[in-house]
């Protein structure tokens, strides 16, 4: 029983990471139909900005910040330099474009950093303390946890509560009308691409700690995780990728922790797989898909 | 009184293929005109050029003295025209209240609901319905009410009457034509259902294959057994 409480509070913490990252998958997907496949390689590289930042500082705190500034950054400028021009006549094109996106920032950092897994450490403690006897959670995991949650509050406030908000929101479901209403279309989507990115890079500073860490390809493995918790949760619903995050990560940790660490890859994507051929839609979409 | 909407000479299309061809008319302020003529006249081509959502290839644009080419279509509602598309163009994953206040979100401060509930009291029985639970007479009140919203000078209205009934239909023309007679708000109606825009209109024009056939006073064409029999065939 204790072992059980342990995977599923373990299970939590990685499932929380992966809400963020599948939020942010979602973000894009809703305004542009886009899986944007390089999202890991984008908070991989502004996570390794973020510990140069700290080595040369001292602080984590400054290069965490520096983290998510660069996320905003890099998806501006993702949006804005590149898939803006993607011609959206076939839904491949933009997967392309963002897959040749990995292999440019993969190999980047590489060429930079070098191709080896390089620390880095977390703000907190990852020793799980004690409570009444088990030891559940670490302080790290308290981070996790408040952490997405303040993401996916403030997005929540963002989207429902604010003009922009409701502004990104129209851009996405109706761009013509909404240019008609007089929403500048396309600085909503460098805006939805930047918040993403950001919160990519928040996904990235909270799992790699966890890891081998810093590694060019260090969040390829979270990528498949997230993007199967975005996929369960339908890619178009937000409430759909935070539990779909939270079901993948306890499952993830159920599967190591019962059966081994080496079969939750294969687990994530057996998953996948079945979701796909059994619920395409996921399972928490509330329309039919649209097409485009 | 120098005309709100002038235009002259345009030519547009999509591609390499112009849909219209050398179309000129002027809307007065506080004008209805009727834009009447079969399926694949350019009606609709007409309006997506004049807010800038199709690229003009020649001609000249002029609203309110202002010439408009190279104005982006975002912006065309600061200049005070707004366009309720074909197909109503409701935000169907958005409330309706929503859907009301993305009409006026650029015009600082935001203009008040109230008197656009006050004037389709169904919308605000329905204020927090989502745009895909409404019947398709709400859609329409919904998608010309969210127009209004944006206190423009001149309307274009594609197709209102689209699988409308009639009885809703006709309520939508004398909300119209009311409003225009309180507002002085110009409306450019472009509709396949000639008698009720006529029914309204204080100008009707006529286009067939993309060019302006004939224009005349509403009344007249409705009178004139010739014209109605050459142009708009009952």
Redesign the interface.
Same mark, same amino acid.
């Given at each position: 029983m204790d072992r059980f409480l342990f995977l599923t509070f373990d299970g939590l913490s990685r499932g929380a990471v992966y809400a963020a990252f599948a939020l942010a998958l979602v973000l894009i997907w809703r305004a542009t139909r886009i899986v944007n496949f390089a999202q890991g390689a984008m908070a991989v590289a502004t996570a390794y900005v973020a510990y140069s930042v700290a080595d040369a500082t001292g602080s984590y705190w400054l290069g965490f910040i520096v983290a998510l500034v660069a996320g905003l950054l890099i998806g501006a400028g993702v949006e804005r330099v590149v898939m803006r021009f993607v011609d959206h006549s076939s839904p491949l094109n933009g997967v392309v474009v963002a897959l040749g996106l990995v292999l440019i920032i993969q190999g980047v950092l590489g060429m930079i950093y070098g191709n080896e897994f390089r620390p880095a450490p977390a703000p907190f403690s990852r020793d799980a303390f004690n409570i009444g006897g088990v030891a559940l959670l670490s302080r790290y995991d308290l981070f996790v946890f408040a952490a997405v949650g303040a993401v996916v509050v403030l997005l929540t406030l963002l989207f429902t509560r604010t003009?922009t908000g409701?502004?990104m %929101?129209?851009a996405a479901?109706?761009p013509?009308?909404? %240019?008609?209403?007089?929403?500048?279309?396309g600085g909503m989507l460098t805006l939805g691409w930047a918040l993403a990115a950001a919160v990519g890079s928040l996904a990235g500073m909270l799992v790699i700690p966890t890891e081998l860490g810093l590694h060019p390809t260090a969040m390829d493995i979270v990528f498949i995780s997230a993007f199967t918790a975005a996929v369960l949760g339908g890619l178009d619903s937000p409430i759909g990728a935070v539990l779909g995050g939270l079901i993948v990560g306890l499952l993830l940790s159920y599967i190591s922790g019962y059966l081994g660490a080496t079969v939750a890859p294969m687990a994530v994507l057996a998953l996948l797989v079945v979701v796909l051929l059994s619920r395409p839609d996921g399972l928490f979409s509330r329309?039919k898909a649209r097409t485009a | 009184m120098s005309a709100l909407l002038e235009v002259e000479g345009l030519t547009a299309g999509y591609g390499a293929a112009p849909v219209l061809h050398d179309v000129s008319l002027t809307v007065e302020p506080g004008q209805i005109v009727a834009v009447l003529g079969a399926n694949g006249a350019g009606k609709s081509t007409l309006l997506r050029t004049l807010s800038g959502l199709l690229p003009a290839t020649s001609g000249r644009v002029t609203f309110d003295g202002q010439d408009l080419r190279g104005i982006k279509v975002e912006r065309m509602v600061h200049h005070g025209i707004a366009h309720v598309p074909e197909g109503r163009g409701v935000v169907t994953e958005l409330t309706v209240d929503e859907n009301l206040r993305l009409g006026g979100l650029w015009r600082k401060p935001q203009p008040p609901l109230e008197p656009i509930y006050e004037l389709f009291p169904r919308l605000a029985e329905r204020r927090g319905h989502l745009g895909h639970q409404l019947s398709g007479g709400e859609r329409q009140m919904l998608a010309i009410g969210r127009a209004l919203a944006a206190q423009p000078r001149l309307l274009l209205l594609d197709e209102p009457s689209l699988g409308l009934a009639p009885k809703i239909t006709a309520q939508i023309m004398a909300l119209l034509r009311d409003l225009r007679d309180r507002t002085g708000l110009a409306v450019l109606l472009v509709e396949q259902n000639v008698r009720s825009a006529l029914s309204i209109a204080d100008q009707g024009v006529v286009l067939s294959l993309g060019r302006i056939v004939t224009r005349h006073d509403a009344a007249t064409l409705v009178d004139d057994a010739d014209l109605r029999h050459a142009y708009l065939g009952f």
């Amino acid at each position: 029983m204790d072992r059980f409480l342990f995977l599923t509070f373990d299970g939590l913490s990685r499932g929380a990471v992966y809400a963020a990252f599948a939020l942010a998958l979602v973000l894009i997907w809703r305004a542009t139909r886009i899986v944007n496949f390089a999202q890991g390689a984008m908070a991989v590289a502004t996570a390794y900005v973020a510990y140069s930042v700290a080595d040369a500082t001292g602080s984590y705190w400054l290069g965490f910040i520096v983290a998510l500034v660069a996320g905003l950054l890099i998806g501006a400028g993702v949006e804005r330099v590149v898939m803006r021009f993607v011609d959206h006549s076939s839904p491949l094109n933009g997967v392309v474009v963002a897959l040749g996106l990995v292999l440019i920032i993969q190999g980047v950092l590489g060429m930079i950093y070098g191709n080896e897994f390089r620390p880095a450490p977390a703000p907190f403690s990852r020793d799980a303390f004690n409570i009444g006897g088990v030891a559940l959670l670490s302080r790290y995991d308290l981070f996790v946890f408040a952490a997405v949650g303040a993401v996916v509050v403030l997005l929540t406030l963002l989207f429902t509560r604010t003009p922009t908000g409701l502004r990104m %929101r129209a851009a996405a479901f109706a761009p013509d009308v909404s %240019r008609l209403l007089g929403v500048p279309v396309g600085g909503m989507l460098t805006l939805g691409w930047a918040l993403a990115a950001a919160v990519g890079s928040l996904a990235g500073m909270l799992v790699i700690p966890t890891e081998l860490g810093l590694h060019p390809t260090a969040m390829d493995i979270v990528f498949i995780s997230a993007f199967t918790a975005a996929v369960l949760g339908g890619l178009d619903s937000p409430i759909g990728a935070v539990l779909g995050g939270l079901i993948v990560g306890l499952l993830l940790s159920y599967i190591s922790g019962y059966l081994g660490a080496t079969v939750a890859p294969m687990a994530v994507l057996a998953l996948l797989v079945v979701v796909l051929l059994s619920r395409p839609d996921g399972l928490f979409s509330r329309s039919k898909a649209r097409t485009a | 009184m120098s005309a709100l909407l002038e235009v002259e000479g345009l030519t547009a299309g999509y591609g390499a293929a112009p849909v219209l061809h050398d179309v000129s008319l002027t809307v007065e302020p506080g004008q209805i005109v009727a834009v009447l003529g079969a399926n694949g006249a350019g009606k609709s081509t007409l309006l997506r050029t004049l807010s800038g959502l199709l690229p003009a290839t020649s001609g000249r644009v002029t609203f309110d003295g202002q010439d408009l080419r190279g104005i982006k279509v975002e912006r065309m509602v600061h200049h005070g025209i707004a366009h309720v598309p074909e197909g109503r163009g409701v935000v169907t994953e958005l409330t309706v209240d929503e859907n009301l206040r993305l009409g006026g979100l650029w015009r600082k401060p935001q203009p008040p609901l109230e008197p656009i509930y006050e004037l389709f009291p169904r919308l605000a029985e329905r204020r927090g319905h989502l745009g895909h639970q409404l019947s398709g007479g709400e859609r329409q009140m919904l998608a010309i009410g969210r127009a209004l919203a944006a206190q423009p000078r001149l309307l274009l209205l594609d197709e209102p009457s689209l699988g409308l009934a009639p009885k809703i239909t006709a309520q939508i023309m004398a909300l119209l034509r009311d409003l225009r007679d309180r507002t002085g708000l110009a409306v450019l109606l472009v509709e396949q259902n000639v008698r009720s825009a006529l029914s309204i209109a204080d100008q009707g024009v006529v286009l067939s294959l993309g060019r302006i056939v004939t224009r005349h006073d509403a009344a007249t064409l409705v009178d004139d057994a010739d014209l109605r029999h050459a142009y708009l065939g009952f």
